[in-house]
């Protein structure tokens, strides 16, 4: 098994406050790697740092064991890492359809640069996610529930190798999250490789290969989900323990 | 050296003056968020007002200039408790087409009231100078600086000291923190553009003690309000007091050293690279 | 209305306006060239503030490098039309790319303030070059006939309204448009944010050069705050907006109507006239900040409310 994506020694400083602590993992092809820890522990800025949104102070990160710390985010997503945002972002005027269709006619290259062939594998990752009777409502007018899920398609639809979802499962009552966790594994079964940041325990429990946790910025535990969960300092961190300065 | 030092005294007086052109705009655009277009053409009125209680009263410009003030605020009120309240939830680019519409009216409306041609504010001791280390200080420029920095510094206290002052600067962080203050919202916006508009008067009458005026200077004075703003920065009264100067200076060395024509060259092409290189102003904090 | 009865209408709206200048007045055909030009200008604005969603206050730049463009290559060089028109692109097309590059980096207000400064100071440093005849301006040689004008303005039009057209159901449109509705999740979803940006800007500034090329050699006469006329920069952002900006034809209808009620209230005094077009900004953008385009399309189920629920929607 070969990594598809390797984060070495990543650091992240916004004017002193220090986000990300010198984490380095790696995620292997077809995995689901689930990172999770307490609020504000940096799970979005690592995420964040791997698509290209931000830069990084120090550190690399490898993709298909190829450096991409130089890439611009655009180029990111059009080499195959497509993420969702947990703020979401769609494009509030075009249609559901349309959001997709962006990235389709964007994505990962070679695929739909004509308009007419977007929509149509647009439509069929909104079939996918379960999004198909709103196609052509207007983006903004969607609950929050099905934003959830055109954030999905959206990635989806760039055809990408890497996924990095970020609290898809927020606010979602058990019946949606059964829904998506399902949605996530058909995904992987297409041999995407998934990195997954979720509160949902129960969820990210039964769906993780492998989990990684974070605290403060610093990677504080990595492994199997079962011997992870069971580690005192991963408890420590949930139950609130302060970490010294 | 005789003639620098000339120049930079002139650049400073000219300053003072031009920080107070654009301390009406930055008060209303921190608070309210709005880029007053409009802003330029409410200096040409203050100028205005000076002028006719000056030629048709006799009033010194420097005793006209509190009435102007109050007329100017009074205007100011009406417009956004009125116009600009209607639409302050829109996006900002809704604010700029809206003050540039009042800014065509105002000035239309002046031009065929007050006619096109040039006037000049002569007080008796229009003429009078003295000397400064060295340099020729004329009264009515000294007189401006001192009342444009009074002002500004007024201006400060206002906002720090007084009750309506904190609510204001409350408005410009949260609408929720505002209403705390117990001032209705509507009234507390309404206040706001009437300062930025008395402070405009202010600067209009003292305009028109050293400077040709008619209806048209509005959109001058607006872009160079705007170009003092932003390189000065939006956060506070004393970085517009320092575009103020800056300006003034640059725009004075400019004139010697390159040429008088080149003047707004010189300013508007920092006003872009000050936006490109550190939108915040160049005293403004970091973003 | 189907999109190909939209074409046949438009294909007769266009070939009667092209037979004007043999049946209209002087001052009509006067009033056309003048309403054609604006009307480019408002679909180049289009480009960049309505389907891209950066509001530029600077396409005087381009339309005074178009003027100068035809200006210095007749008046110093000699040289024909077309080329002088070739010229005013090209310079417009690098100024985009040169100074669209730090610009296009700057957000909402701040990008329309730095092009609004752009203009100025291309104002200011025309105003010093001997080559562009300085402060005085330069005069070009006189072509007899307002025909030809006409026709090339008309032409115009319709090139950039296709362009326009083209960019509403292209790749390239999409990608500006995703800019347009939120830039960070284009750029994450592969668009190359920056090219695209300055693409549009130099389409934009294409445009509007060849109208300012057509507009100097038409009233022969050239000087920097004519060519650069900032308050052009306003008058085609409202018509663009009014009309409806990120439509096809909004801009267009926007600059037709707003000229001719121009042209009519021009006829009775002119300060009258121009605190009327005051007073129509400032309603409209209480009543219908959506523009025209917008306004019709929900009078249908809204009716008179639609201004209510504006007002409602934007007041304090």
């Not at chain 2, 009458?205 to 920065?233: E, H, R």
């Not at chain 3, 028109?85 to 296009?104: D, N």
């Amino acid at each position: 098994m070969d990594a598809i994506l390797e984060v070495r020694n990543l650091t992240k400083r916004f004017h002193g406050l220090l986000a990300i602590d010198h984490v380095s993992f790696s995620l292997e092809r077809n995995e689901i790697l689930g990172l999770i820890g307490p609020n504000g522990a940096g799970k979005t800025t690592m995420i964040s740092l791997i698509s290209g949104t931000l830069e990084p102070t120090e550190g690399e990160v490898l993709f298909e064991g190829a450096s991409i710390r130089q890439l611009p985010a655009y180029r990111r997503g059009r080499l195959g890492i497509a993420r969702t945002f947990q703020v979401m972002r769609p494009f509030p005027g075009l249609t559901v359809l349309d959001n997709v269709a962006v990235g389709a006619l964007f994505g990962a290259t070679g695929h739909s640069r004509v308009l007419g062939d977007a929509r149509d594998e647009a439509q069929r990752w909104l079939n996918f996610v379960g999004l198909d009777r709103h196609a052509g409502q207007r983006a903004d007018s969607l609950g929050g529930p099905d934003r959830k899920r055109l954030e999905l398609a959206k990635a989806l639809a760039m055809r990408p190798k890497l996924l990095l979802l970020d609290e898809v499962m927020a606010g979602l009552n058990h019946v949606e999250i059964e829904e998506v966790v399902n949605v996530i594994k058909k995904v992987r079964e297409r041999g995407i490789s998934i990195l997954v940041i979720e509160h949902v325990m129960k969820a990210i429990q039964s769906l993780s290969d492998r989990l990684l946790v974070l605290r403060s910025g610093e990677k504080i535990a990595e492994g199997q989900p079962q011997e992870v969960l069971s580690k005192d300092e991963v408890i420590a961190a949930y139950l609130g323990k302060k970490r010294h300065e | 050296m005789q003639l620098l030092w000339q120049i930079l005294v002139n650049g400073v007086l000219l300053g003072g003056l031009y920080a107070l052109m654009a301390l009406g705009l930055v008060l209303v655009w921190g608070v309210l968020n709005i880029v007053n277009l409009a802003h330029g053409a409410l200096i040409m009125l203050g100028a205005y007002a000076c002028y006719y209680l000056f030629t048709g009263l006799g009033w010194d410009p420097f005793a006209a200039l509190p009435v102007a003030m109050v007329l100017l605020f009074c205007l100011g009120y009406l417009i956004q408790r009125y116009v600009l309240n209607l639409v302050i939830r829109a996006p900002m680019f809704n604010t700029l087409l809206i003050t540039f519409g009042l800014e065509v009216v105002i000035t239309y409306l002046a031009q065929m009231i007050f006619s096109a041609d040039f006037r000049t504010v002569n007080p008796s001791y229009a003429g009078a100078n003295f000397a400064f280390l060295g340099a020729t200080v004329p009264l009515v420029r000294l007189l401006a600086f001192g009342v444009a920095l009074g002002l500004t510094f007024a201006l400060w206290l206002f906002l720090e000291r007084t009750r309506i002052g904190r609510a204001i600067r409350a408005t410009a962080q949260n609408l929720i923190a505002a209403r705390l203050y117990g001032v209705n919202p509507r009234h507390l916006y309404a206040l706001t553009f009437g300062l930025g508009a008395a402070l405009a008067g202010a600067a209009g009458t003292l305009y028109g003690v050293v400077s040709q005026i008619n209806p048209y200077i509005g959109s001058a004075l607006t872009g160079k309000s705007f170009a003092i703003a932003i390189i000065g920065g939006l956060d506070k009264s004393i970085y517009v007091l320092a575009g103020g100067l800056f300006l003034g200076i640059v725009e004075a060395l400019t004139a010697l050293y390159i040429g008088p024509t080149y003047t707004d060259v010189v300013s508007f092409g920092i006003l872009v690279l000050v936006l490109i290189v550190r939108p915040t102003g160049l005293l403004g904090r970091t973003a | 209305m189907k999109f190909s009865t939209k074409c046949v209408l438009g294909g007769l709206a266009v070939a009667l306006l092209a037979t004007v200048p043999w049946w209209g007045s002087a001052v009509l055909v006067q009033f056309g060239i003048n309403a054609l030009i604006l009307a480019t200008l408002a679909q180049s604005w289009n480009i960049i503030g309505g389907y891209t969603g950066y509001p530029s206050f600077g396409n005087s730049v381009f339309y005074g490098l178009g003027g100068y463009g035809v200006a210095i290559a007749m008046v110093q060089y000699g040289l024909p039309f077309p080329v002088g028109v070739a010229i005013g692109v090209a310079l417009a097309g690098a100024f985009a790319i040169l100074l669209g590059l730090p610009v296009l980096r700057l957000r909402g207000h701040y990008f329309a303030i730095a092009t609004l400064g752009l203009a100025e100071v291309m104002i200011a440093i025309v105003s010093n070059l001997e080559i562009a005849g300085r402060n005085v301006g330069l005069i070009l040689p006189l072509v007899k006939g307002d025909a030809l004008f006409f026709e090339l303005a008309l032409a115009l039009l319709v090139v950039s309204t296709l362009a326009v057209a083209w960019i509403s159901r292209s790749r390239f449109g999409f990608a500006l448009i995703a800019i347009r509705e939120n830039e960070q999740a284009a750029a994450v979803m592969g668009v190359n944010t920056t090219v695209y940006k300055i693409l549009a800007f130099a389409l934009c500034g294409v445009f509007a050069a060849v109208a300012g090329g057509i507009h100097a050699y038409w009233i022969t006469y050239l000087d920097p705050g004519s060519a650069f006329d900032v308050t052009l920069n306003i008058k085609m952002i409202i018509m663009a907006v009014f009309g409806g900006a990120g439509t096809i034809f909004g801009p267009v209808l926007g600059a037709f109507v707003l000229a001719a009620i121009s042209e009519i209230l021009a006829a009775k005094v002119t300060s009258l006239a121009s605190i009327f077009f005051g007073i129509v900004i400032v309603a409209a953008v209480v009543f219908m900040p959506r523009g025209f385009a917008d306004f019709v399309r929900q009078f249908r189920h809204l009716g008179w409310r639609y201004f209510q629920e504006n007002i409602r929607t934007y007041r304090v």
